[in-house]
């Protein structure tokens, strides 16, 4: 039985991918910062208390350890932390660790395109730390990128629940986002067969448009969406670089780049996002 560590354990698809360990009988051990965050999970046979951007708290973290798995990065919390801190120094300070213990392979989740993105922030820390465990020797390494979570959605839904959805240009940009748990299964199989660098999205390929109609549906809204010119756009991601921090606009300008342009990825899983949102609006109405 393979043993398995799994870094960002506590977040979306971090829990989905303990979830599609354990459900496989692998030994799974997490990384948490806390002792309070045991409470998330149901079934794991070990926990690690350690802070990935604290090297000193991570010694021997990848003893007797075979694969590790790491979503670790910054999404929206802010923390004091820079991108480089935590996507890249943080993940490469795991990295160091699996290195002293000779683990077998090392699987990382970035993001769709995060290699022609290398301008924006978020993806200047992924892609050197991409780069850093491409270059080392002896090690299995597998490359995840996902197109957007299911999760990351919800900002359709939030604008849809006042009645009406804003999108830039068109609407007609395509992207397939993917369900968490789908994702965990595409991790798995990913580092089973020996996959280097895969793309990884949902099975429904859908415009702006579509997304933000099936938005207003859920919350039973009659369908109003407003297309902006795309200068406003670029001009929000002006105001953000120049007068916010790099952690504060990080996400905005990830967002607004991607929305921008199609971003498809292999197709996979069998979630399909107007479940999702109707899931979703279902749970806000009890």
């Not at 971090?14 to 002792?35: D, F, H, M, P, S």
């Not at 290398?118 to 892609?127: C, D, S, T, V, Y």
């Not at 996902?146 to 629940?161: Q, V």
């Amino acid at each position: 039985m393979k043993r398995v560590l799994v870094a960002g354990a506590t977040g979306y698809l971090g829990q989905y991918l303990v979830k599609e360990l354990k459900k496989r009988n692998y030994w799974v051990r997490v990384l948490i910062r806390k002792e309070s965050q045991k409470e998330i999970f149901e079934n794991v046979d070990e926990y690690f208390i350690g802070q990935i951007t604290e090297p000193e708290t991570l010694i021997n973290i990848a003893e007797d350890i075979d694969w590790i798995f790491t979503t670790a990065g910054i999404t929206r919390q802010k923390d004091g932390f820079t991108y480089m801190d935590v996507d890249y120094q943080g993940n490469s300070n795991l990295l160091q660790e699996a290195i002293k213990s000779n683990i077998e392979a090392f699987q990382y989740v970035s993001a769709i395109n995060g290699q022609n993105l290398r301008h924006l922030k978020i993806f200047e820390a992924k892609e050197r730390f991409v780069d850093e465990l491409k270059e080392t020797p002896e090690m299995k390494y597998s490359i995840i990128r996902p197109n957007g979570f299911f999760s990351d959605m919800g900002d359709f839904l939030d604008m849809a629940k006042g009645g009406r959805v804003y999108l830039f240009g068109d609407g007609e940009c395509k992207l397939n986002p993917i369900h968490g748990a789908d994702l965990a299964k595409v991790c798995v199989d990913s580092l089973l067969a020996d996959e280097r660098e895969s793309t990884a999205g949902g099975q429904d390929i859908l415009t702006q448009n579509e997304m933000a109609t099936l938005a207003l549906k859920a919350w039973d809204k009659k369908i109003k969406i407003t297309h902006l010119p795309d200068w406003i756009r670029k001009f929000i991601i002006w105001f953000l670089r120049t007068f916010t921090s790099p952690t504060t606009y990080g996400p905005y300008e990830f967002f607004l780049t991607a929305m921008a342009s199609d971003n498809i990825a292999k197709q996979y899983g069998k979630h399909k996002l107007e479940d999702f949102f109707n899931s979703e609006t279902k749970k806000t109405l009890e």
